[in-house]
């Protein structure tokens, strides 16, 4: 197969070509640029040597970039931006694809853009942007393109099929009349088709009802009952604030460059055990380092993953929701301060030795573990009856105190202690205003606020794409300082630089008006 060709400099009877069209748009012409600097070899074979001509590769992946850097996702907008758009006329090169062939494009390709997008963390790396050391890891919730109007529950869906079988059923019994020719009002081939199709609906709701029940396992018997199923969009969670189903999505971000890293999205409504995943990926985009540091909020403070973390000799700072309730005190609680306060004895009051594996109250007395299995382990002590603070630790219904304690509490404690300290608090803060500004661009800024695919793949390929216009932007406006500053450096170094380039432009000039004078002496005017 070949390619439509064109030329962005090529002149045209008027006397511009389209290339003039960008001069006040340089981010279009970086954008080719970029696209030029990427391996597009896996993208170029896909195309057979048979059929028609097709529009170059190169063109429409540097035409969606810069459609997602500007926060258009839609197909015919893009369409008609193309026609009347001067910055995306200089993309295509005056090429007109509609928008049937602009989502071919997308969707033929989704697998290829995490490629695409490492390629740009690399280009970045190479231009010096970041020493991408300080990592900052956070989520959001983006909706679905599915309606929260497609959501049943179980009981729903039961009525649902109910509905449907009793529909399959008219329709069966309307089929056996015309066949026997008891009637000759009806259809039969549309009879039929419609029965077809009620069937192949009902099998899809007993696939959802199936799906449903897995999911239901994993959660706690409270809210069983109420969990609902999306029956277009499986894979979508109901989640409040996006008020219907979404997705999960999670970033890495470089904290100096504000450059996403790492990227991906997920079902699940909340970020418990996706730091690690994040964290893993950005060692692959990036190459590991063992100076690189990684800070989260305490959604994903997590007792499995600080293990994992601090086994890998990770430097991480998450926060802790309970972090006031961690018993990381060298000493108990003054037996005459609580009393005095009347509050409620919390964990943090005890003091855990770990040498002797008992906890040791504010009275003096020690809680020895008496059940363990490979979650937790429970602390009790032998007596409380004679304790003057029993009213404040214990309710009236329990005659002991007992202490539930898991079995990777101790990298929570030394995490908690970490969490202490002047610079994890500095990091913490820091964090806040580097991947939360991200998500505000994202969602607010380019207006990604709901995807346009359907399905977790096709979804995870479009946040790709939605990152890559982010770091387009970042990428566009540092490299631009950069080269900027760079010229700046060198004309000071160089003191004559600006002394020749104006001796040049007067040179020009001069030139220039003693030719427009000597044309105008010689010229003569007739009228045609």
């Not at 490629?115 to 991408?132: K, M, R, T």
């Not at 105190?401 to 202690?417: D, G, L, P």
């Not at 998500?439 to 979804?459: A, E, M, Q």
Request: charged share 30%; with cysteine.
């Amino acid at each position: 197969m070949s390619f439509i060709t064109y030329n962005r400099s090529q002149m045209n009877l008027f006397g511009y070509s389209v290339e003039d069209f960008a001069r006040d748009d340089p981010k279009s012409r970086f954008v080719v640029e970029l696209v030029s600097r990427l391996d597009l070899s896996a993208l170029y074979s896909r195309y057979s040597s048979q059929g028609g001509d097709s529009y170059a590769p190169d063109m429409m992946l540097a035409l969606w970039f810069y459609a997602y850097s500007n926060g258009i996702t839609s197909t015919r907008k893009l369409e008609e931006l193309c026609k009347y758009d001067t910055r995306y006329i200089y993309i295509t090169g005056n090429q007109h694809p509609d928008h049937s062939t602009l989502s071919r494009f997308r969707k033929a390709h989704l697998d290829l853009l995490d490629q695409y997008f490492v390629e740009i963390l690399l280009i970045a790396q190479a231009e010096g942007i970041s020493s991408f050391n300080q990592i900052a890891i956070d989520g959001t919730k983006i909706k679905a393109h599915s309606s929260k109007r497609h959501g049943y529950t179980e009981d729903q869906l039961d009525k649902r099929i109910e509905k449907l079988r009793a529909e399959i059923k008219q329709y069966m019994q309307r089929c056996n009349f015309v066949e026997q020719g008891a009637t000759d009002e009806l259809d039969l081939e549309t009879l039929r088709a419609e029965k077809e199709r009620l069937e192949r609906l009902e099998k899809e709701i007993l696939e959802r009802k199936a799906q449903l029940k897995e999911r239901k396992k994993q959660l706690k018997s409270e809210h069983r009952s109420r969990h609902q199923i999306n029956v277009k969009e499986p894979d979508a969670r109901m989640m409040p604030s996006v008020d219907g189903p979404g997705y999960n999505a999670q970033l890495g971000v470089d904290m100096s460059s504000h450059l996403i890293v790492a990227h991906e999205v997920v079902s699940q409504p909340n970020d418990q055990g996706q730091f690690i995943p994040i964290q893993e990926q950005v060692e692959k985009n990036l190459g590991s380092d063992d100076k690189r540091s990684y800070t989260a909020d305490s959604g994903y403070h997590n007792s499995t993953d600080l293990k994992e973390l601090e086994e890998k000799q990770i430097d991480a700072v998450i926060a802790d929701p309970q972090l006031s309730n961690r018993s990381i005190k060298e000493t108990p609680a003054s037996k005459e301060e609580l009393q005095k306060e009347e509050r409620k004895l919390k964990r943090s009051d005890f003091v855990y030795h770990e040498q002797g594996d008992y906890y040791e109250c504010p009275t003096g007395k020690k809680l020895f573990p008496v059940e363990r299995n490979s979650e937790r382990i429970v602390y009790r002590s032998n007596d409380c009856q004679d304790c003057p603070l029993i009213n404040l630790c214990i309710s009236s219904k329990k005659k002991v105190k007992q202490i539930h304690r898991s079995v990777n509490e101790s990298y929570c404690e030394r995490m908690a202690k970490k969490l202490q300290t002047s610079a994890a608090q500095e990091r913490l803060k820091k964090r806040s205003v580097t991947v939360e500004p991200v998500f505000g661009n994202l969602k607010h800024n380019l207006g990604y606020r709901g995807f346009s695919l359907s399905g977790l793949n096709n979804v995870r390929s479009e946040f790709t794409l939605m990152c890559i216009g982010h770091n387009i932007n970042v990428l566009f406006k540092n490299m631009l300082g950069k080269r900027l500053a760079a010229f700046i450096t060198a004309s000071q170094e160089k003191d004559d630089l600006l002394i020749l380039f104006s001796k040049n432009i007067l040179a020009f000039l001069i030139l220039y008006f003693a030719q427009r004078l000597r044309m105008r002496k010689n010229y003569q005017y007739r009228r045609i």
